[in-house]
């Protein structure tokens, strides 16, 4: 059972019971609390750009930091790693600038993104961090949902008495501050805790109290998420009628409004419904579109449940392969949600945040006393002043003078340090956005020269293109162009990565321009001797340094009639899986622009293709990312496994487990390179 944070939405999971509803999930919509001025940016890259462009002209750091917030909230859902980037540096700015609206909210996007993402100990990090700063700024309404994001972390990882303790925190803040819609909010998440502590009658009641609230503000979208909810108690309660009731009228609801979270997650109680009531087709049939749409999702733990579920109701039919073939599926996802959760550092970082807060009240006590203690001193001071002799207070008069004089000295020279010190920081901050505004103008040259995506999947409509760089540019990039009838593609990972990499990548995207293009040349062999050719002769100045500025490339030409496939590549492979069996064409062992005394043979590979094969270019920045448990690189076989293991599914779900498999190894390692792999399907 989990309570997670998605853009707009609060995903609200109930819990399992008993061996017929083990998996059972529900969701719960809500808008999102945290809704800034700029909200209306989110889904609109258009509108993000304009805020990029305001972002360059800006040069003040407090108005960089707001609008780099507004950035990392308009993209949480569509563009995460955008949004932990533009979140991050608004926080760095914040904390030198000292704390303030602009830093709590900045902690709070990153809590988000980490809680949508699973990586709880990142969330609960930033979370703390935001709730101390709403504490000390007395935001009512943001100290409650702060509390609130707290509980779902905690609700996360199963820990469901700190969970009740935020969430009755929360509720009461709310309650006392007017806020009815958080109240609401408050109520499904105990709910949920006393369903999971198996108080069904209680977690009811709770809900009823929420839809009671949403009814008087008027939100059917919020009513029909509570009615998913008490459907999935009636299930586990066997009323099994009024549970089929419920759950059909929200999930019409969901449907008309699009919610896939709740509209899979309805399907999924609906699932555990008809399990209940030994009609296994039906709740296959409801299983499988929830398996769908929760892979589109990227929800794990759903998932994982989803297909536990399944292997539970084949287990019943006497289908024992595919009981197993989805058992082993719910392992693999299982482990991933394990490995995500290590309560531990959860821990710590509650008990960082007590004793901060102790340390805060101490603090305050003791600033108390100080100002008492110093109204006594002030007093005695007088007293001593009026029983004083006229040498006395002559004497005393002089001396405050002296030091005034010293002290002025003192804050003449401190302010002059001060002011040194401003314009050197003021230096620095311009000298790294020009750099910043340099490389983003940088990217947009990229952009400009890679081909469109969109148009290579109406060639090749079972595609995909996983393309990650390092950093803001990348060294590698894809290629592709049709020449008559054949369609001619390409990966290539160019020396460098970042702005170098970049550079390079430019010149050998135009050499292939001509080569292919305007040549007309498609054997990839005859291609590959070109390329070389052109690239030694830029770089003749070099040979005698011995460094040499180089490509590795996969380049393949399909003939877009009798399906047959010619491929050559430099340092990069072809890998096909058929009839989920690996074959790999190996390449030549130069790399392009390297230096080599004698002429470079680079074999040509004719293959005639099936149907269903799946075709793989990709570089190498895949295979060298450290990261798992050991903080090892992934390597060459792990991804042949990966690919072969997938190579069945369509392209688009291979694409999405492929990203899935990269985030999950990455965890909070660094990425080592620039990444980019093209899948095409026959």
């Known amino acids: 059972m989990e309570i997670k944070y998605k853009r707009n939405h609060i995903t609200v999971s109930s819990p399992k019971s008993g061996d017929s509803l083990k998996g059972f999930r529900c969701a719960f919509m809500v808008l999102f609390v945290f809704a800034f001025p700029f909200f209306i940016f989110a889904g609109s890259n258009n509108k993000i750009d304009s805020l990029e462009r305001v972002l360059q002209q800006t040069k003040t750091d407090s108005a960089r930091a707001r609008i780099m917030v507004y950035i990392a909230d308009a993209t949480q859902g569509t563009q995460p790693a955008t949004s932990i980037a533009m979140a991050d540096s608004a926080l760095q700015i914040t904390r030198e600038k000292g704390p ?42 943001a ?12 609700f996360g990882t199963k820990d469901y008495d700190k969970a009740f303790q935020f969430f009755s925190e929360s509720n009461k803040i709310a309650s006392e501050s007017g806020n009815e819609f958080m109240v609401g909010i408050t109520d499904v998440g105990i709910s949920n805790v006393m369903v999971a502590q198996k108080q069904l009658n209680d977690g009811l009641n709770y809900l009823l109290k929420a839809k009671e609230i949403f009814t008087q503000q008027k939100r059917e979208d919020l009513i029909a998420a509570v009615q998913t909810n008490i459907g999935g108690i009636y299930v586990q309660l066997g009323q099994y009628d009024s549970a089929e009731k419920v759950l059909g009228e929200a999930l019409a609801f969901h449907k008309k409004a699009k919610d896939n979270y709740a509209i899979f997650s309805t399907q999924q ?40 579920s399944i292997s539970d109701v084949y287990s019943q039919k006497g289908d024992f392969k595919k009981a197993l073939d989805y058992f082993n599926l719910y392992g693999m996802y299982k482990d991933s949600v394990f490995n995500a959760v290590n309560n531990s550092q959860l821990l710590e970082e509650q ?54 004089q010293v002290k002025q000295k003192a804050n003449l020279k401190l302010s002059e340090a001060y002011e040194t010190l401003q314009q050197k920081n003021d230096v620095i901050a311009q000298k790294n956005k020009e750099i910043t505004d340099s490389i983003l103008y ?22 995909f293109l996983f393309y990650q760089p390092k950093e803001i540019v990348s060294g590698d990039f894809y290629w592709y162009n049709r020449v008559g009838d054949f369609l001619v593609f390409a990966v290539a990972d160019c020396t460098g990565h970042g702005v170098s990499g970049a550079f390079l990548s430019a010149i050998c995207n135009d050499m292939m321009n001509q080569v292919i293009r305007d040549l007309g040349v498609v054997s990839p062999e005859l291609i590959l001797r070109l390329l070389d050719e052109k690239l030694r002769k830029q770089q003749v100045a070099k040979e005698s340094s011995g460094f040499y500025d180089g490509m590795d490339i996969a380049i393949c030409a399909l003939d877009m009639h009798d399906h ?34 004698g002429r470079k043979q680079f074999t040509e590979h004719v293959i005639q293709l099936n149907p269903k094969d799946s075709l793989y270019l990709f570089t190498d920045g895949f295979i060298d990312q450290f990261g798992g448990k050991d903080g090892k690189k992934f390597k060459y076989r792990k991804l042949l496994e990966l690919l072969r293991s997938n190579g069945h599914f369509s392209m688009k779900e291979q694409y999405e487990t492929i990203q899935q498999v990269f985030w999950e190894w990455k965890g909070n390692f660094n990425q080592v390179d620039d990444i980019c792999i093209v899948g095409i399907k026959v």
């Open 100 to 141: 303030d609206d602009t830093h709590a909210r900045a902690a709070s996007i990153l809590g988000n993104v980490y809680n949508a993402k699973g990586m709880y100990q990142l969330a609960l990090k930033y979370f703390i961090e935001s709730l101390g700063l709403f504490d000390k700024l007395g935001n009512k309404r």
């Open 143 to 154: 100290m409650a949902n702060a509390r609130n994001s707290i509980g779902n972390t905690y």
């Open 269 to 308: 109680s609906l699932g555990d419904l008809y399990k209940g009531k030994n009609e296994p087709d039906k709740a296959l049939a409801f299983y499988f579109e929830s398996l769908d749409l929760a892979k589109r999702m990227d929800a794990k733990d759903n998932l994982k449940d989803i297909c536990k």
């Open 351 to 404: 008990a960082i945040y007590e004793t901060g807060k102790k340390q805060r009240d101490i603090d305050l006590k003791n600033l108390e006393l100080s100002k008492k203690q110093n109204e006594i001193d002030r007093q005695s001071t007088w007293q001593y002043v009026l029983i004083g002799t006229v040498a006395l207070f002559m004497l005393m008069a002089f001396l405050i003078f002296n030091r005034y």
């Open 442 to 463: 940088a990217k947009r040259i990229q952009d400009s020269f890679l081909p469109d995506i969109d148009f290579f999947r109406k060639l090749v409509p079972d595609s």
């Open 564 to 597: 047959t496939l010619y491929f050559s590549g430099a340092r990069r492979p072809l890998v096909i899986v058929r009839d989920q069996e690996l074959k790999i064409f190996k390449p030549t062992k130069f790399s392009i622009g390297e230096f080599f005394q």
